[in-house]
């Protein structure tokens, strides 16, 4: 070949290499162009904004809108809350309730007292126990049976002082929502996702409908004033109680043929109490008296010397992932936040896992001027943050050896929790791993997008916007189609 054959050569290569490169940046920016166009869309006239999605192969931006504006995240702070979990704690991290005793047992009999000391637990309930809120409790009751204990002859102590400050947020809703399921209040020792479940049962035609407790326990009072109506069609009940009460007050009407009812979990105030309370009941239904009253207590060092270990219940904190971001549950992440906060402050508050979140972003060099952080949960709207701040978290956690426990904790794109019912498109549907968001006025999405050999980060966070939910689908249908 001769040189001016091979300098033709070369150049016809270089040309048609710019070409492909060209094309590639023209695509690339078309479809950055396109999820701003229906961002843009989605916003209207009143709404606003943030998008950041990267690829996490080649780390380069695909689409950017105004990534460094301050929004609210609503349930996308669970992702920021469960990041800084997983780093903070790590995956080995275990809760621990012990039950402990005071005092001889003779012939059966404890002289002294039992004390439960709540480790900040969430998931002591029936959620890994085929519905049975009450397993552990019962598990609990065989052991002290089999240290010889069918009587005890003091009080049914509690601690719930692992973590501290207030239970309730001064940024949650100031309404009557505090009796909603998203709304429990945050404790140390914490039952049955600190609910209590009231179903509501057609009785007689004219007669008040009937009204079942799960768990049934005396520690809940319920003032029945639902009427059964002929026919059948839906359940209308509302459920009420005082803020610093635990009398419900049920109101509505069941037709007579509605057999299926009406459900719902309703929050209880000291929740501490009310998990002490069942725990009383249920050992006293397994043939274990406590002749003493239910009081708090403080386990200190100096106390500790003077009990016996009879319970250790360990549970895995990775177990709490997914119900924080499959199921959206509002207080597994509060009592999480609150561990990141007692890790950081050796006190567990709405104030320590501010400052516990902030010091693992700081730690990870991640830009968090202007965030504000009052909850864990997000259901505080006074929250802020970005979709760049969102992004690099999911970068950070992709990049990770627990990476898969992470992403594992995911809603999955037309399969799973909140995103079950969304992104059936098969482009979509078992390709997105996302947590979603929503509080009034307030749509999110953050999460994974495996589109083919691509693999996308992405956050978008929506405030005011009209179609929120549809632009978020839209934008990854565009991203998986670009992806080929």
Known sequence: MTTFSRVSLLALIVVAALNVSATAEGESASLADSISARLKQAEGKRGTAGCL????????????????TL??????????????????????????TRVFSRGDVKEGTLSGDLCIVGGGDPNI??????????????DWAAKLKQAGIIKVGGDLLY????????????????DDQYVNWYCAE????AFNDNCVGIKVLPGKEGETGKIELSPATSYVKVVNQTKTIAGKGAVAVGIMRPRDANTFTVKGTVPEKSTWGYTDDSTVTDPALYAATVFKETLEACGIAVAGKISPFTMTSDELIKFTSRVEHRAKFTDALKPVNTNSQNLHAEMLFRHVGLAYAGKGSFKTGEAGVMDF???????????????????????????????????????????????????VGGETGTL???????LLKGRVFAKTGYIDGVHALS?????????????????????????????????AKAAG
């Open 53 to 68: 999605v990267v690829d996490l192969d080649s780390g380069k931006t695909v689409a950017s809108y105004n990534q460094t």
């Open 186 to 189: 945050v404790s140390a020792l």
């Open 361 to 411: 972003l700081s730690k990870q060099e991640i830009d968090h001027e202007g965030v504000v952080i009052l909850d864990g949960s997000g259901l505080s709207a006074g929250n802020r943050v970005t979709a760049r701040l969102m992004t690099e978290v999911l970068k950070l956690m992709a990049r990770r050896e627990d990476r898969e426990v992470f992403k594992s904790s995911l809603a």
């Open 447 to 479: 999460g994974y997008l495996d589109a083919g050999t691509r693999h996308y980060a992405f956050s978008m966070l929506m405030t005011d916007c009209g179609d929120a939910k549809d632009a978020m689908d839209d934008i990854l249908l565009m991203l």
């Open 420 to 426: 079950d019912k969304r992104m059936k498109d098969k």
């Open 159 to 174: 601690d719930s002082t692992l973590f501290g400050g207030p239970a309730f947020c001064e940024g949650w809703p100031k």
């Open 71 to 96: 929004l609210a995240p609503a349930s996308n702070m669970k992702v920021l809350t469960s990041a800084a979990a997983l780093c903070t704690l790590g995956k080995d991290f275990e809760f621990v």
């Open 125 to 138: 309930s029936g959620r890994f126990y085929e519905g049975d809120c009450l397993k552990l409790f019962k």
